[in-house]
């Protein structure tokens, strides 16, 4: 499936619904902030396109997967780093509280 295709399809995560005054575009940056850190912790980056349809995370081998929302992000993060993620690994924690 071509990358205008797929971004044409899919669900909204429930994540990605707005709540509160906030903007939109504020939320996705600080998403994306955090997203970047974390996944940078395992060898992987994080990025997203302009219009918040698609995000692309990759390994420095030059494997890209396209995800749609942040349940495919954590998939394809998976799948690229071949092992499962702990975003709440006390190690990462402590990196994250400290570059925060």
Known sequence: MC???YGLTGEEHWTDVRVGP???SRVRARRR?????ILAAY????SDDP??????VSDRK????VARSLGEVWA?????AGRGLDPLEPTL???LANEG
């Open 3 to 5: 990358i205008l295709c």
């Open 22 to 24: 906030e903007a939109h």
């Open 33 to 37: 902030r955090l997203l970047s850190q």
């Open 43 to 46: 060898g992987l980056d994080y």
């Open 51 to 56: 219009t918040g349809l698609t995000s692309l």
């Open 62 to 65: 030059g494997n890209v997967v």
């Open 76 to 80: 394809a993060s998976e799948e690229l």
């Open 93 to 95: 924690l402590g990196r």
